[in-house]
């Protein structure tokens, strides 16, 4: 039976010593494991399943993916039909995120400047915005056409959005709004 050893190892850019070590085995022995050369039996999936930070279940299923969709930086969005040179045009997602999630490529230091060209994930479009929304990080859809990701707070009159510098853009109509469920670095 095939499994996602490799793929999980390769995520956390561990080398096979690395994995190995942690496993308790020897680098062969891993080897064998990953190759599915050797039978993967309950106590090394529970320790696959330890390891790498995953259910049980994915140790054994395919990753799921989410279409990269564009990019989105303090400004806006440009997005492609085709991906960009040079970019991915799909990005492991986790494997409880609903069927229709997709992704954008954050530019800029919008979030922080540790966040430039990682991946937010969103699948639910509230349109209008609901109240479960306030105070998440979302990707929003502003009624002058930008496509923002921030925090989104309640305004005096429309919405605040907050970024990861501090800085707080007040009174925005926000038309839409998908809360981030997770961030992928590139």
């Given at each position: 039976?095939?499994?996602?050893?490799?793929?999980?190892?390769?995520?956390?850019?561990?080398?096979l010593?690395?994995?190995?070590g942690?496993f308790?085995?020897?680098r062969?022995?891993?080897?064998?494991?990953?190759?599915?050369?050797?039978?993967?039996?309950?106590k090394?999936i529970q320790?696959a399943?330890?390891?790498?930070?995953?259910p049980?279940?994915e140790?054994?299923?395919?990753p799921?993916?989410a279409?990269?969709?564009?990019?989105?930086g303090a400004?806006?969005t440009v997005?492609?039909?085709?991906?960009l040179e040079?970019?991915l045009?799909?990005?492991?997602?986790p494997a409880?995120?609903?069927p229709e999630?997709?992704?954008?490529?954050?530019e800029g230091?919008?979030?922080?400047?540790?966040?430039?060209?990682?991946?937010?994930?969103f699948?639910?479009?509230?349109?209008?915005?609901?109240?479960?929304?306030?105070?998440?990080l979302?990707?929003?859809g502003?009624?002058?056409g930008?496509r923002?990701?921030?925090?989104?707070?309640?305004?005096?009159?429309?919405?605040?959005l907050?970024?990861?510098?501090?800085?707080?853009e007040?009174g925005v109509k926000?038309?839409?709004?998908?809360?981030?469920?997770?961030?992928?670095?590139?």
């Amino acid at each position: 039976m095939g499994n996602n050893l490799k793929t999980l190892r390769k995520r956390r850019k561990w080398t096979l010593d690395e994995a190995a070590g942690r496993f308790g085995l020897s680098r062969g022995g891993y080897i064998k494991i990953e190759r599915s050369e050797r039978g993967l039996g309950d106590k090394h999936i529970q320790k696959a399943a330890k390891v790498y930070g995953v259910p049980a279940h994915e140790v054994f299923s395919e990753p799921r993916t989410a279409k990269v969709v564009g990019k989105v930086g303090a400004g806006g969005t440009v997005v492609y039909e085709e991906p960009l040179e040079g970019e991915l045009d799909s990005i492991e997602c986790p494997a409880d995120a609903p069927p229709e999630t997709v992704a954008l490529q954050i530019e800029g230091d919008s979030l922080g400047p540790g966040f430039n060209r990682w991946y937010a994930l969103f699948a639910r479009v509230e349109e209008p915005v609901t109240e479960n929304l306030i105070g998440k990080l979302c990707v929003v859809g502003t009624a002058d056409g930008r496509r923002l990701i921030k925090w989104l707070r309640l305004g005096a009159v429309g919405h605040n959005l907050i970024s990861g510098t501090g800085d707080i853009e007040e009174g925005v109509k926000v038309v839409w709004a998908a809360k981030v469920i997770d961030l992928r670095p590139a």
